[in-house]
């Protein structure tokens, strides 16, 4: 990843400059027809792309509360192979994302004439089970791929039939450089920069969508000219938020029909889910709250007049749907604490709504610091009240242990051993089906070494996403996944 991004080191100054234009001098009446006109004879040079496949890979992210350590961001890396039929609308997606403890998401979608399915060939999120999409998926993915090859990234501003009036155009003598703001609507402002000489895009600036594209390594490879480094700023990055270099474009005579079906070992369909939150008692004292689909899970356990909460939500909203359905069901009694397992941002997001109504946070002292640091607490983080756990600690007869792990610098999980349940959250994931992975992350194995070790007796795992009943026998075979 360091040679990657050393790779592109060399050429952010220049990228600064093109992401800020300065004072500009204007143009005579009638260059910008001119203008729009070299670049359609320009272009004309390009290959009119009918069928074709895209294979680039990237790095991206580098969310402090996605890192192992929020301290120190790193990012993820990702290969993503795509054929398109633009006549057709027919396209088939694979991308493999490989995140830090060893998750590997292998995603795949794809539509064809009459139905666009979503499956992952890992398992690690959906096991077997296949989505459903929308037949607009084409036209999604049309608009994500454009932006990634320079010579189609462009087709707005060739295709405008009112120039005079929608586009104006400057130059920056000094950078030797052609600016072309286009005004699609009122709400809706692209700046497209051309160097001169040669005559190649530079960048693009979706002022109104706060994304821009910055374009390099021009290479010709088949007789195709384009650029191989793409990156791209959103939401008003100074950083680039991905880093993209393409390997391959190439010419199809056709997308193989095969490809554009379902494989026989993946099934069923997802049907919609009720994401209404329900509660179930499956300990004494102890619920789970959950869904149709287990998208999230956590419990909450009763003491007495006090309830504590494992696991917070990944929002707002979930959060206070939550409040609300236990505090229907015991509404004498009052919440007093919310235990969080590590601070990635969808493991803490919905903090907000407990500590505006008093209800400590609970977590180790890696994780409390990180919350505490978190951007969109920063207004708000005098009101939260924290509880440090320490690892082994038993609290109200809960053991709880913390873990230095490859996911998270700190991750702890809790231990109910009267009810001979564990709730945990990234530590050992399985698909709502229980498929085991193909690739099963490093994390897990350390999770299971240490229960093992530790000989934690368990009839259940509640895990934080999609599967709220993982039991020994699974998890057994998802450590036998890892040693093979």
């Known amino acids: ?50 069928v074709f496949s895209l294979n680039y890979h990237y790095l991206g992210g580098g969310d402090p509360y996605q890192s192992w350590d929020y301290q120190v961001p790193n990012r993820y890396t990702a290969i993503r192979m795509v054929e398109i039929d633009l006549i057709k609308k027919y396209f088939i997606e694979n991308d493999i994302h490989h995140f830090s403890g060893g998750r590997r998401f292998d995603r795949v979608q794809f539509q064809n004439d009459t139905e666009s399915f979503f499956y992952d060939r890992n398992g690690l999120a959906l096991g077997k089970r296949v989505i459903k999409q929308s037949m607009d998926s084409f036209e999604e993915i049309k608009g994500f791929i454009f932006m990634n090859v320079d010579f189609l990234a462009v087709t707005p501003l060739l295709e405008e039939n009112n120039v005079s009036a929608t586009i104006k155009l400057r130059q920056d003598n000094k950078l030797k450089q052609t600016i072309l703001r286009h005004k699609i609507s009122d709400d809706s402002v692209i700046d497209y920069v051309f160097s001169d000489s040669p005559l190649q895009l530079v960048s693009i600036n979706n002022k109104s969508a706060q994304k821009k ?17 793409i990156l791209k700023y959103y939401d008003g990055d100074t950083r680039p938020s991905f880093i993209h270099s393409i390997d391959q474009l190439n010419i199809l005579d056709k997308i193989e029909p095969t490809r554009l079906q379902v494989p026989k070992e993946f099934g069923p369909i ?16 102890l619920y789970l709250v959950t869904d149709d689909s287990a998208w999230r899970n956590s419990l909450f356990k009763v003491n007495g007049d006090e309830i504590t909460v494992f696991g917070a939500a990944v929002n707002k909203e979930l959060a206070e749907e939550t409040i609300k359905l236990i505090l229907t069901q015991f509404p004498n009694k009052k919440i007093t604490s919310v235990y969080v397992t590590h601070p990635h941002g969808d493991h803490i997001a919905g903090l907000l709504a407990y500590a505006k109504k008093g209800i400590a946070v609970r977590a180790d002292a890696y994780s409390v610091e990180a919350i505490k640091a978190y951007p969109d607490f920063s207004n708000d983080i005098a009101m939260f009240k924290f509880e440090t756990i320490e690892h082994n600690e038993m609290v109200d007869g809960v053991r709880f242990y913390v873990l230095e792990n490859t996911h998270a610098k700190r991750e702890s999980f809790a231990y109910f051993k009267a009810s001979g349940i564990i709730y945990q959250a990234d530590l050992l994931e399985v698909a709502f089906d229980n498929t085991i992975a193909k690739v099963i992350p490093n994390t897990t194995k350390t999770f299971i070494d240490f229960v093992r070790r530790k000989q934690l007796n368990f009839n259940r795992i509640v895990g934080h996403h999609r599967n709220n009943n993982i039991t020994l026998e699974v998890m057994n075979k998802a450590y036998d996944g890892y040693i093979m």
């Open 1 to 50: 990843m360091n040679v990657i991004l050393a790779r592109y080191l060399s050429i952010l100054a220049f990228i600064c400059m093109t992401l800020s234009i300065t004072t500009i001098p204007k143009v005579e009446a009638g260059e910008v027809e001119d203008f729009v006109a070299k670049l359609k004879t320009h272009y004309q040079k390009a290959p009119s792309l009918e």
């Open 213 to 229: 594209y910055v374009y390099s390594d021009y290479q010709t490879v088949n007789g195709i000219t384009f650029a191989h480094s």
């Open 270 to 285: 997802i049907p919609e889910s009720d994401r209404t939150l329900v509660s179930k008692e499956i300990a004494p004292n």
